[in-house]
Nanobody
């Protein structure tokens, strides 16, 4: 069982930066691949970024590539999403999630709101 809790969201101007954190509970955290997703009002949830359990492999949606960086600290059982050069269209609720096999994300956090203003 893994429990996830996001933090770090807020209001930022376009061009600014935020770092989201996802703290996990459970001794098996280090064996899970982790992902960040987001859902904007009126839109479906979409993939943002993911990182393998070793941290060796990362994946990004085209919309955030070059601006966002995902990382993890297994000692702190936390995964991060550094978001730079934020755009208004990045406004959404951001969720972290955990998967063992990349087919299905088994655990989800409650989400944290990110609002980018002009």
């Amino acid at each position: 069982q893994v429990q996830l809790g996001e933090s770090g969201g807020g209001l930022v101007q376009a061009g600014g930066s935020l770092r989201l954190s996802c703290a996990a509970s459970g001794r098996t955290f280090s064996s899970y691949n982790m992902g960040w997703f987001r859902q904007a009002p009126g839109k479906e949830r979409e993939f943002v970024a993911a990182i393998s359990w070793t941290g060796d492999n990362t994946y990004y949606a085209d919309a955030v590539k070059g601006r966002f960086t995902i990382s993890r600290d297994n000692a702190k059982i936390t995964v991060y999403l550094q978001m730079n050069s934020l755009k208004i269209e990045d406004t959404a609720v951001y969720y972290c999630a955990a998967t063992r096999d990349w087919r299905r994300y088994d655990y989800w956090g409650q989400g944290t709101q990110v609002t980018v203003s002009s």
